[in-house]
T-cell receptor, first 110, second 112 residues
């Protein structure tokens, strides 16, 4: 069965410190993985997707099929990174729906 | 085009009443999705339209729920005989084919 696990509900880091938001998934086949972000009082928005291999707002994420992980990383956290982050999975076996994790609330302490 | 628009933003209704929400997707997007999000959870899939055809429905979508997308443009989600467990944020998203979603701001439903 498809599943996305974000083990940390809350994560706090100091400004300038590295940050890693964990995402593990369960999927048979080749998944597409995404990170979505929701800033305070704003809508969910796409941050990045693994197939584009981009760095958005300094964030990167690498798909590790061996560990079935797609952790989101940033070397130096900024206060404006404080938000709710959701990992999501899609693929041929999921039909047309995305499976979302329960989210991690990141707080960057000034 | 200002993105995906959802109305109303908030809806408070009494248990047993019917409610209807509207979603206007990005005009070029052929796919439209409804998700539901409760406190502490990620969005959960409800249903999916490709153009005007409803192609997938989740088991979460009981027979009290119905969704339409006439003419492949806007969509409505109706909940009949609302229950307190229906209280949630209802999210609409659209996409062009299997590219990443663009979400609306959601409709927050409170059933009292």
């Amino acid at each position: 069965a498809q599943r996305v696990t974000q083990p940390e509900k809350l994560l706090s880091v100091f400004k300038g410190a590295p940050v890693e938001l964990k995402c593990n998934y369960s999927y048979s086949g080749s998944p597409e993985l995404f990170w979505y972000v929701q800033y305070s009082r704003q809508r969910l928005q796409l941050l990045l997707r693994h197939i584009s291999r981009e760095s958005i707002k300094g964030f990167t994420a690498d798909l590790n099929k061996g560990e079935t992980s797609f952790h989101l990383k940033k070397p130096f956290a900024q206060e404006e990174d404080s938000a709710m982050y959701y990992c999501a999975l899609s693929g041929r076996n999921t039909g047309n729906q995305f499976y979302f994790g329960t989210g991690t609330s990141l707080t960057v302490i000034p | 085009d200002t993105g995906v628009s959802q109305n109303p933003r908030h809806k408070i209704t009494k248990r047993g009443q019917n409610v209807t929400f509207r979603c206007d997707p990005i005009s070029e997007h052929n796919r439209l999705y409804w998700y539901r999000q409760t406190l502490g959870q990620g969005p959960e899939f409800l249903t999916y339209f490709q153009n005007e055809a409803q192609l997938e429905k989740s088991r979460l979508l009981s027979d009290r729920f119905s969704a339409e997308r006439p003419k492949g443009s806007f969509s409505t989600l109706e909940i009949q005989r609302t229950e307190q467990g229906d209280s949630a944020m209802y999210l609409c998203a659209s996409s062009y084919d299997r590219q990443g979603y663009t979400f609306g701001s959601g409709t927050r439903l409170t059933v009292v």
